[in-house]
């Protein structure tokens, strides 16, 4: 069982940059695909990126290649979404997500990751 708490959410104008944190409990967190997903109001929850338990491979949406990225702490439990060059269609409450098999099984599968934190609100202005 893993508990997920996002945090760094806010508002920023467009342009600028935020990074979320996600903090994790469990012994287990390096054994844990990482992602973060978003979803805006009135759409399905998307993906964003993904994180190996290592921290050695990582997979973007073609909509943040470039512009985010995410990495790990495993000695402290948190995974990161660094977001620059921030643009209005990135506001969305934005989710971490934790799944228990191979980064390369599951990728950007929504289904696959199991267990997900409460949100955080990023709201980019014009």
């Known amino acids: 069982q893993v508990q997920l708490v996002e945090s760094g959410g806010g508002l920023v104008q467009a342009g600028g940059s935020l990074r979320l944190s996600c903090a994790a409990s469990?012994?287990?967190?390096?054994?844990?695909?990482m992602g973060w997903f978003r979803q805006a109001p009135g759409k399905e929850r998307e993906f964003v990126a993904t994180?190996?338990?290592?921290?050695?491979?990582?997979y973007y949406a073609d909509s943040v290649k470039g512009r985010f990225t995410i990495s790990r702490d495993n000695a402290k439990n948190t995974v990161y979404l660094q977001m620059n060059s921030l643009r209005t269609d990135d506001t969305a409450v934005y989710y971490c997500?934790?799944?228990?098999?191979?980064?390369?099984?599951?990728?950007?599968?929504?289904?696959?990751?199991?267990?997900w934190g409460q949100g955080t609100q990023v709201t980019v202005s014009s």
């Open positions: 997500a934790a799944g228990s098999r191979p980064l390369s099984e599951i990728m950007s599968l929504l289904a696959s990751y199991h267990y």
């Open positions: 994180i190996s338990g290592s921290g050695g491979n990582t």
């Open positions: 469990g012994r287990t967190f390096s054994s844990y695909t």
